[in-house]
T-cell receptor, first 112, second 114 residues
Framework: LAKTTQPISMDSYEGQEVNITCSHN???????ITWYQQFPSQGPRFIIQ???TKVTNEVASLFIPADRKSSTLSLPRVSLSDTAVYYC?????????????FGSGTRLQVQP | DTAVSQTPKYLVTQMGNDKSIKCEQN?????MYWYKQDSKKFLKIMFS???????INETVPNRFSPKSPDKAHLNLHINSLELGDSAVYFC?????????????FGSGTQLSVL
């Protein structure tokens, strides 16, 4: 099971772009990279998922280099409401046969 | 409508008691999970069920027993509660393999064992 390493915390200001990098050196061929967001007293919420290169949706972008040993979640122009914990998850869900354990996440604090 | 709902949201109980947490999903998913989040915010999988069949049991004490009466429900029963069981428990579900591989979480049950 691929282990992930992320910064424990990050600080930013409203309107800035935030990039959170996750290391996953032993990612397997079938593994996807998925990012989740968690607010206090809520369950994690899916943000974005990718396998290689770049993926973009209405919320974020995900950059994955060719060797796939790391990935970067990019949040454009953050607001106060983006203050949350962000988890990087690497795995192949395959009908739930793979145990998916989240790391401790990155606590993003956005200030005015 | 809430996609994954779990009850109760808060559960305070004494050591040694038995308690249950219920989970239901209305997304039509085949796979459901229980996760435990400790005070350091690590989210660790406990169980996974696919179509009512236990798929994953991650070295969880026998005091924890999941039950899936149908694929839309996955309940968690805990016997002889201990102080170390205090945590937030999340239920989740995921669509069938081949679709978008993501987890849908409930809002959590905060269990406090006194």
């Amino acid at each position: 099971l691929a282990k992930t390493t992320q910064p424990i915390s990050m600080d930013s200001y409203e309107g800035q772009e935030v990039n959170i990098t996750c290391s996953h050196n032993n990612i397997a061929t079938n593994d996807y990279i998925t990012w989740y967001q968690q607010f206090p007293s809520q369950g994690p919420r899916f943000i974005i998922q990718g396998y290689k290169t770049k993926v973009t949706n209405e919320v974020a972008s995900l950059f994955i280099p060719a060797d796939r040993k790391s990935s970067t979640l990019s949040l454009p122009r953050v607001s106060l409401s983006d203050t949350a914990v962000y988890y990087c998850l690497v795995g192949d869900m395959d009908t739930g046969r793979r145990a998916l354990t989240f790391g401790s996440g990155t606590r993003l604090q956005v200030q005015p | 409508d809430t996609a994954v709902s779990q009850t109760p949201k808060y559960l305070v109980t004494q050591m040694g008691n038995d308690k249950s947490i219920k989970c239901e999903q209305n997304l039509g998913h085949d796979t459901m999970y229980w996760y435990k989040q400790d005070s350091k915010k690590f989210l660790k999988i406990m169980f996974s069920y696919n179509n009512k069949e236990l798929i994953i049991n991650e070295t969880v004490p026998n005091r924890f027993s999941p039950k899936s009466p149908d694929k839309a429900h996955l309940n968690l029963h805990i016997n002889s509660l201990e102080l170390g069981d205090s945590a937030v428990y999340f239920c989740a579900s995921s669509p069938p393999y081949g679709g978008e591989e993501k987890l849908f979480f409930g809002s959590g049950t905060q269990l406090s064992v006194l």
